[in-house]
């Protein structure tokens, strides 16, 4: 395209010229795979299989055609960490702002990446992302506030040979709960960008932003390069103040991202391995379960200078010191939140409900609803939209627009748990070290440049508090990332600003996708008007997770 001179200097005017539409057409499609040397069916894109990255720039618009030509299950797509200002109908989650696409059907996602940073899209439906249904979305930066040559996106996760239908119906069944604590299924191997074999490929002299996401369904991941420093640029789509890694280690959590600079060796006499390995400590369960001796929580990668010389083993690692990323400062020293307009207490724990282990937030596991949460909000009418009741089991949450809103999460349960707010980015005020105990008042080191993500660790025993602004109208999960706990219920639902929400609508194609899946797209939880909640869900039916297709009788 021919661009006046003249018109590169007025920098406003070059941004409308660059902002383009960037349009894909996708049909989710079962595809054969063996990244470990297991051959089995995962879920692709267009009988592909690492599902494509998609690279923009910030301001374009994403425009994603989507079929669903599984056959044998209903789908969506969920576009982690994108807030969706004023696109609320597109954030892809099933039965809260859509009804699942059934098989045969199709489904439009369209909305502006106004956001920069390392972002990842995956399903949102019936726990279904681990078997294959994700990856890498990065909206790139006019202005990278760091100079790099080049990038590489690594993704990390944990995989399975058996489909997450089945390993599901392990986990939320009472033979589960009877004999093995409740426990999750363990993984069968680690993955470096979908593969135990992945090479990287680099130059000498230069140096690379490397963006890690972590899309895997439940362990966190550590890793490190042989021989080459680190420095944490980004995380979760937020550019932070350089913070050099040195001696210590990085770890993320599932749905997390970290963007690190590397600078490449000057010469290329030698080729590097790439470390990484699955927080095996996540898989002992009350220290009551144990892994087998021969686990390998392990994978290999390589920083490759010359193909032609040989791959090195990976180093030892004997010790962990893990950087605290809360210590991280967002490099656009945005000030803490205050005052507190809202503040709201979860105690998050585990529980059995007819024989099935769930998680739960103040007592109550989630159950999903066959009228998607935000339709509710969109049709109950004023007399209802702010009264939790309407909403059924979500866990529902209804804040009032523009509160500076404060959550805290305690950790009643004995592991690790990763949470994800959709719609916002929110500062993370403190966080325990394990067995910290409950929130109690606020340290005294709060910093006044809070870190600034989308998911959060929570430890052990201890407890996060986060804050933000509920300036983002629409119906937002708050969830463990873990996708087997998130079918174990761990989710609330934030009705942020529901009298604002109302300009948000419902179009003729989420009514054409409810219809088709046979969901009502209209009134309460269970489809009717106000208060009258007779026929919403509100059973655990051990092994279903309530979003299965088709949808189960009710014994
Ligand atoms: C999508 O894939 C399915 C399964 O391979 C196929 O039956 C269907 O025709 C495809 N749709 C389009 C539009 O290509
Ligand atoms: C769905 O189809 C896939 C691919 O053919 C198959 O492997 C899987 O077992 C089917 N799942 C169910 C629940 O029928
Ligand atoms: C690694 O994965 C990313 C994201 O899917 C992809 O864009 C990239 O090409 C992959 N690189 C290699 C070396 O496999
Ligand atoms: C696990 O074993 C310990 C003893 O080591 C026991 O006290 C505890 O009750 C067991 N946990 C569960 C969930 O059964
Ligand atoms: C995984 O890596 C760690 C750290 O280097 C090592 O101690 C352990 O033996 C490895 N495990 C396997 C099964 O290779
Ligand atoms: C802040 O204080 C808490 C409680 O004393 C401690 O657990 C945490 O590690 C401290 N954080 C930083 C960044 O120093
Ligand atoms: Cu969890």
């Known amino acids: 395209m021919f661009v006046p001179l003249f018109l590169l200097f007025v920098s406003g005017i070059v941004q409308s010229v660059a902002a383009k539409d960037v349009h894909l057409r996708w049909n989710i499609t079962w595809v054969n795979a063996a990244p470990d040397g297991y051959e089995r069916p995962v879920i692709g894109i267009n009988n592909e299989w690492p599902c494509p990255q998609i690279d923009a720039e910030q301001g374009d618009r994403l425009i994603v055609d989507v079929e669903n030509g599984l056959g044998n299950q209903s789908t969506g797509l969920h576009w982690h960490g994108i807030h969706q200002y004023t696109t609320g109908t597109m954030d892809g989650t099933s039965s809260v702002s859509q009804c699942p696409v059934a098989p045969g059907s199709s489904i439009r996602y369209d909305f502006i990446l106004d956001q920069a940073g390392t972002y990842w899209y995956h399903s949102h439906n019936m726990g279904q992302y681990p078997d294959g249904l994700r990856g890498a979305l990065i909206v790139h930066d006019p202005n990278p506030p760091f100079d790099f040559d080049e990038e590489i996106t690594i993704t990390l996760t944990d995989w399975y040979h058996e489909q997450m239908t089945e390993l599901l119906d392990q986990y939320q069944s009472v033979d589960n709960t009877e004999n093995n604590f409740g426990e999750e299924p363990?993984?069968?191997?680690?993955?470096?960008?979908?593969?135990?074999?992945?090479?990287?490929?680099?130059?000498?002299?230069?140096t690379y932003f490397i963006r890690f996401i972590c899309i895997g369904n439940w362990p966190g991941h550590t890793f490190l390069f042989e021989d080459h420093e680190m420095t944490v640029v980004e995380i979760d789509g937020v550019w932070i103040e350089p913070y050099p890694v040195g001696d210590k280690n990085i770890r993320i959590t599932t749905g997390q991202r970290m963007g690190v600079l590397i600078k490449t060796k000057d010469d290329a006499s030698k080729n590097y391995a790439f470390w990484d390995t699955m927080d095996i400590n996540m898989m002992f369960i009350y220290e009551n379960r144990t892994v087998p001796d021969n686990y390998n929580p392990n994978a290999t990668a390589w920083l490759v200078y010359d193909e032609s010389l040989p791959?090195?083993?990976?180093?030892?690692?004997?010790e962990f010191d893990f950087i605290d990323d809360v210590e991280f400062v967002p490099y656009n020293g945005d000030p803490i939140l205050e005052?507190?307009?809202?503040?709201?207490?979860l105690h998050t724990g585990q529980t059995v409900e007819n024989?099935?282990?769930?998680?739960?937030?103040?007592?109550?596991?989630?159950?999903?609803?066959?009228?998607p949460t935000l339709y509710t909000a969109l049709t109950v009418g004023s007399e209802y939209y702010?009264?939790?009741d309407v909403y059924g089991d979500v866990n529902p949450i209804v804040l009032e627009y523009n509160d500076v809103v404060e959550i805290v999460i305690n950790n009643y349960h004995d592991n690790l748990h990763p949470w994800h707010l959709h719609g916002h980015q929110f500062q993370v005020i403190q966080r325990s070290a394990v067995d910290g105990g409950y929130f109690d008042g606020y340290f005294a080191n709060v910093s006044s440049t809070p870190v600034l993500r989308d998911t959060i660790m929570v430890q052990n025993y201890g407890h996060a508090v986060i804050r933000f602004r509920a300036d983002n109208p629409g119906v937002w999960l708050l969830h463990c990332h873990i996708e087997y706990h998130v079918e174990a219920g761990f989710t609330a639902t934030i009705i942020e600003a529901p009298d604002k929400l109302q300009d948000l609508y419902i179009t003729p194609q989420d009514i054409r996708?409810?219809?088709?899946?046979?969901?009502p797209?209209?009134?309460?939880?269970?489809?009717?008007?106000?208060?009258d909640l007779d026929g919403a869900?509100?059973?655990?039916?051990p092994g279903d997770s309530g979003a299965s297709y088709p949808p189960p009788e009710e014994p």
């Open 186 to 206: 363990l993984p069968d191997a680690s993955l470096i960008n979908d593969s135990t074999q992945t090479q990287f490929k680099v130059q000498p002299g230069k």
């Open 513 to 519: 996708i409810c219809d088709a899946y046979g969901s």
């Open 311 to 318: 791959l090195p083993p990976p180093p030892v690692v004997n």
């Open 355 to 371: 024989g099935v282990t769930r998680f739960t937030i103040n007592g109550q596991t989630y159950i999903p609803q066959q009228v």
């Open 537 to 541: 869900n509100d059973y655990i039916y």
């Open 521 to 531: 797209s209209s009134g309460n939880a269970a489809g009717k008007e106000g208060l």
């Open 339 to 345: 005052p507190v307009d809202h503040q709201i207490i």
């Open 386 to 388: 702010s009264n939790p």
